[in-house]
């Protein structure tokens, strides 16, 4: 069975600080993917990374990172310099290849202070 | 460029009422579609989803139903509400099995 743990109930940052939102993931297959959502108060999910099993390089986007690490199971996110723009619900998920179904994590409210 | 619509918004319906919310995508052909259900404070259930006209999977079995008439249009369906129907529920396409997943703006239902 697939799981997904996203520990961080909640995180609350000053503007301008970096953050880290870490995410676990549980599977036995070997060809999976990897998702990060932003959920704004709006509710819209909005998609942000996807990663396959086999690619472990780190990507880096504009003030976004993601770290795959394979070894620890584990696709952390990371928002550097954040802005009260980025307060929001973060959403990890995984979808095994055999399946259409997304599992996912709990979600991470992120709220930036100004 | 690929849309997705879904309405209405904000829906308010009493107990044992029908339901029918309904999404739409532009843009694209024959795109996968799935219904999926956020409780308050929780991440997303996969309710329905359907990779072609006519075909329907079911992942959790409850009150509801879905339906894809056409290509680009998913339909999730009530005859009898539940308060325990009360939710999120947010529409989403794909362009096959494993891609990112696009979604609607959501319907807030509440049944009382």
């Known amino acids: 069975a697939q799981k997904v743990t996203q520990a961080q109930t909640e995180i609350s940052v000053v503007e301008k600080e970096d953050v880290t939102l870490d995410c676990v993931y549980e599977?036995?297959?070997?060809?999976?993917?990897l998702f990060w959502y932003k959920q704004p108060p709006s509710g819209e999910l909005v998609f942000l990374i996807r990663?396959?099993?086999?690619d472990e390089q780190n990507e880096i986007s504009g003030r976004y990172s993601w770290n795959f690490q394979k070894s620890t199971s584990s696709f952390n996110f990371t928002i550097t310099a954040s802005q009260v723009v980025d307060s929001a619900v973060y959403f990890c998920?995984?979808?095994?290849?055999?399946?259409?179904?997304?599992?996912w994590g709990a979600g991470t409210k992120l709220i930036i202070k100004p | 460029s690929q849309t997705i619509h879904q309405w209405p918004a904000t829906l308010v319906q009493p107990v044992g009422s029908p339901l029918s919310l309904e999404c739409t995508v532009e843009?694209?052909?024959?795109?996968?579609l799935y219904w999926y259900r956020q409780a308050a404070g929780r991440g997303l259930q996969l309710l329905f989803y359907?990779?072609?006209?006519?075909?329907i999977s079911s992942e959790v079995p409850q009150n509801l139903s879905a339906s894809r008439p056409q290509d680009r249009q998913f339909i999730l369906s009530s005859k009898k509400l539940l308060l325990s129907d009360s939710g999120f529920y947010l529409c989403?396409?794909?362009?096959?099995?494993?891609?990112?997943?696009?979604f609607g703006q959501g319907t807030r239902l509440t049944v009382v």
């Open positions: 998920a995984l979808e095994v290849d055999s399946n259409y179904q997304l599992i």
């Open positions: 990663r396959n099993s086999f």
């Open positions: 599977t036995r297959d070997t060809t999976y993917y």
């Open positions: 989403a396409w794909s362009e096959q099995k494993n891609t990112e997943a696009f």
């Open positions: 359907s990779v072609g006209i006519g075909q």
């Open positions: 843009g694209t052909s024959n795109p996968n």
